[in-house]
């Protein structure tokens, strides 16, 4: 009797299940979501006429890359899905375009969650389980810090599209190459610009509030910038919190008793949401201090939801301003577009792209799926990517002793563009927002608030 | 910290003697025949308190350790504390900026609300059905994913009452359903091992709820507008010296500030524990809710249905969580994984305040609100301040489980 009761109950709450699964199904397509990646494997796509002659060699073992982005909190999940959008269409692209060598790709992704031990289980499987010979993506610096043991172990290539902890390339492993800035580079950038705003535009900038995550990205890069705002003449107090914080009302009043003349948000994520909107319920928001946002807010969507008084915001971008894009990001953002009704595609899903055309790039270079010869391929490449000709100029033919510059160059793409950009409408679209900084991309001057 | 000393030495002198006290006075009162049940915590707070000058009388005069000699003596524990802290850093904002100080204790009190309410749902669920339920995190989740797709996404425009009201039914209604067709068969002697039974499958729940929130919504955060905005207002009007308002904040004095979405939702939790004690308290239900939790079989044999009081129990239990995550949801930022971290806490609340304790439940969490804001405020090095935040709770938790293992309203074994 109990077993039929409990089989009717059961019935029923299947059915309500099914009808809940069906109502949420259409609400998502009417809000402009990126088609859902059921499969987190991008199978080979259909190939377009050219490729379709090979189309015997497209039924051969594809060749397998992996990614890495963060889906799931804590990590930065808004940055890990728009790299997982990005790094399907290089699968699909490159499938498109009739594989490599021939063989058909198969990009997979997994989802690193932002945190350093789930970085490396993913990374060790993709490489001894999955078989990729080599792995783009990557978001989080911890998670490249730990991930870069287990390609380094294994002798598979990574090349990293946003990890910026310097340490990951200053340890000079051959396996492992960035295309994402430094740490410490765009730690300059920030206080440049901030000298900036105090020498050139007038305003009083005694001392700044940093306040950044417990991570091998967000340690550092206080570190880097207290030290270069030290030598600029500009004091500075660092709160830390832990990556997946929520609560900052106590912090909020902390910061608030330093009366701070600018505030810096270097951690990511939606703990960088959580910190804004608080700090502007507080009354120290974007809209009454100067206020650098995480670049978490180009995803404007999410962060008008979460911060809707995030007006005024600097942000830092990495990559050129749209108008400077080449043809191959265009391309890239006309289909990111189509695919996920953004205006404009994030730097950090654009590096995702990148790196995954640039290790199938090396494959076809060196014609080999060895990941030593993908190695040798990609030391040796030049690629037109979307961030622009890709190099690694540091490497074992010209290491950093020959060419006399910091090991943290080592593998490293030289040449990513930093601007800053700034919200000045409530609602702004990320592509609409102004540049203002540095002169020479500059769009509109910035608005200072809080200045009396 | 200018003279750590005088607070290292301070520190040392409340535990030397508090450890002492704790192990020493329940063998002064055996060796009596006295009643021991406070000996133990009673002689660690009133060790800690004054040291030789209060434990020496008490062991020679054995007095009953009341509530109200244990009350005194954490009240002096806590001026040395303050006292030694005060002089070591006199610097400290919570020392030297008053208004930073009750902004703080304002913070903490507010946000301890909305913990005890959380809290409350799961206590109650362990006093009627004895299950700890590790799906009320996901309750919390749902019930603010409820609220901020029904004033945002669904029906823009509508009330957050209504969204809150939704979001109670929806949890509620998960409740019912979960306890009659998974927990009920415990009742009725179906499961073999209940217990390891029950935390199996709520921790399934757990998982269910999550992942099948993330499939429907994805897992970017979102999070709802605030739902009372307040009016611009200043008095006097030239300056606002007595009270500013605007639609994010209220400051009061020109030192005291409470971010308006906190306001609103203590406000509403506030509200919902004057309702949810009224029920408990003033009704036939609530009676029976009550009587079944003391002795089951008693409640039983006066004509009261434990199973029904169980599902009542449990669905209460998931809609006050539902209930603290809709007013939390236009405060943080809103996923799937959410509830995983205001569960934990809710478990150290439970714990803290005694399992099935209701009032130890609400005090618990204002407890843990309160050393938070504490930590968080007071703690000198600004870079480890907040990164502590999981650990204060957790470091009064085991404090109170050293010295009163049932927790602070618990019940004697």
Redesign the interface.
């Known amino acids: 009797m ?1 077993l039929r009761r ?1 089989l009717f ?2 019935l ?2 299947l059915t ?2 099914a009808l ?2 069906a109502a ?1 199904g259409g ?2 397509e009417t ?1 402009g ?1 990126p088609e859902p990646a059921a499969e987190e494997e991008a199978a080979p796509a259909a190939t377009e006429a050219p490729a379709a002659e090979e189309s015997d060699d497209m039924d051969m073992e594809p060749i397998k890359i992996g990614a890495l982005a963060p ?4 990590g930065a ?2 940055g890990g ?1 728009a790299m997982r959008d990005a790094m399907l269409i290089a699968a699909d692209v490159l499938n498109a375009r009739g594989g490599i060598m021939g063989r058909p790709v198969e990009v997979i992704i997994v989802d690193t969650e932002g945190l350093p031990e789930r970085g490396t289980a993913v990374v060790e499987r993709l490489i001894n389980q999955d078989g990729v010979v080599g792995i783009g993506g990557g978001y989080h610096s911890s998670v490249g810090v730990a991930a870069k043991e287990v390609a380094r172990d294994n002798g598979v290539p990574i090349v990293f599209a946003e990890t910026w902890n310097d340490t990951i390339t200053s340890v000079q492993y051959d396996e492992i190459f960035r295309i994402a800035p430094l740490s410490s580079e765009v730690s300059a950038v920030d206080v440049n610009f901030i000298q900036w705003l105090r020498d050139e535009n007038g305003m009083k900038l005694d001392k700044v509030v940093i306040l950044t995550e ?1 991570t091998d990205y967000g340690i550092p890069a206080a570190e880097n910038t207290t030290a270069l705002l030290d030598g600029a003449g500009i004091a500075s ?6 990556i ?8 909020i ?2 910061v ?2 330093e009366s701070p003349d600018m505030i810096v948000t270097l951690a990511t ?2 703990a960088s ?2 910190f804004t ?2 700090a ?4 120290i928001g974007p809209q009454d201090v100067p206020f650098m946002c995480n670049q978490v807010s180009l995803v404007s969507d ?1 962060f008008w ?2 911060v ?2 995030g007006n005024n915001c600097f942000v830092r971008r990495i990559g050129l301003p749209q108008k400077l894009y080449n043809d191959v990001a265009q391309e890239l953002v006309a289909e990111y577009s189509a695919r996920t009704g953004k205006d404009d595609i994030e730097s950090y899903a654009m590096a995702s792209y990148d790196s995954i055309m640039l290790i199938a790039q090396a494959i076809e270079d060196s014609g080999s799926t060895d990941p030593a010869d993908i190695i040798d391929a990609l030391e040796n490449i030049n690629h037109m990517g979307a961030l622009g000709p890709i190099t690694f100029p540091i490497n074992r033919s010209n290491t950093p002793d020959q060419a006399g510059v910091d090991p943290k160059w080592w593998h490293q793409f030289p040449d990513p563009a930093i601007t800053i950009v700034q919200y000045q409408e409530a609602g702004q679209d990320a592509v609409d927002t102004a540049v203002v900084y540095p002169n020479v991309y500059q769009t509109d001057p910035p608005v200072i608030v809080g200045q009396e | 910290m200018e003279n750590a000393a005088i607070f290292g030495w301070a520190l040392l002198w409340i535990l030397f003697w508090g450890a002492l006290g704790g192990v020493v006075t329940p063998r002064v009162y055996a060796r009596k025949d006295l009643e021991i049940s406070q000996a133990s915590f009673g002689g660690a707070v009133i060790g800690a308190a004054l040291g030789p000058f209060s434990l020496l009388p008490l062991w020679f005069a054995t007095p009953k350790i009341t509530s109200r000699l244990i009350g005194i003596a954490i009240a002096i524990v806590v001026g040395i504390f303050i006292a030694a802290f005060a002089l070591a850093d006199p610097d400290n904002l919570c020392v030297a900026n008053g208004g930073f100080v009750i902004s703080q204790l304002a913070n903490g009190i507010v946000i301890g609300i909305i913990y005890g309410l959380m809290a409350l749902g799961l206590t109650l669920i362990f006093s009627i059905l004895g299950v700890v339920s590790f799906a009320h995190g996901e309750f919390y989740m749902i019930g603010g994913m409820v609220t901020y797709f029904m004033t945002a996404e669904w029906i823009p425009g509508v009330s957050p009452i209504i969204a809150i009201l939704a979001s109670c039914v929806v949890t509620f209604a998960i409740g019912y359903l979960f306890e009659r067709i998974f927990l009920r068969p415990m009742g009725s002697g179906e499961i073999e091992r209940p217990t390891e039974y029950a935390i199996l499958v709520t921790f399934g729940l757990a998982f269910f709820l999550q992942y099948l929130t993330q499939a429907l919504t994805s897992a970017v955060p979102v999070k709802a507008q605030r739902f009372f905005p307040f009016p611009r207002t200043e008095i006097p009007a030239d300056s606002g010296a007595l009270l500013k308002m605007t639609p994010g904040n209220v400051t009061v004095f020109d030192a005291i500030s409470i971010p308006n979405p906190r306001f609103t939702a203590a406000l509403l939790a506030l509200m919902m524990l004057a309702a949810l004690l009224w029920f408990l308290y003033r009704t036939w239900v609530g009676k029976a809710l009550r009587a079944v939790s003391q002795d089951r079989q008693a409640a039983a044999v006066t004509g009261i249905n434990p199973n029904s009081m169980n599902t009542l129990a449990f669905s209460m239990g998931a809609m006050l969580a539902g209930l603290s995550g809709a007013s939390l949801v236009q405060v943080f930022s809103w996923l799937p994984q959410v509830g995983i971290p205001a569960a934990a806490r809710s478990f150290v609340i439970i714990v803290l305040g005694g399992m099935g304790s209701l009032p130890g439940a609400f005090l618990g969490g204002l407890i843990v609100g309160l050393v938070e804001a504490a930590g968080t405020g007071c703690i000198p090095d600004a870079t480890r301040a907040a990164a502590y935040i999981p650990a204060y709770g957790m470091v009064i938790l085991t404090l109170v489980l050293l010295l009163k293992p049932t927790g602070l309203f618990g019940r004697e074994l």
């Open positions: 109990n409990n109950w059961s029923i709450a309500l299940l809940l699964l949420c609400q998502t809000v979501e889906l799931s909190a804590p999940v808004v899905e417990n107090v660092t709160f830390s919190v832990d997946g914080t929520q609560d900052f009302a106590g912090i009043e902390r608030k008793a994520g939606e949401y959580n909107q608080q502007a319920d507080a009354g999410a939801t979460n809707p008084d």
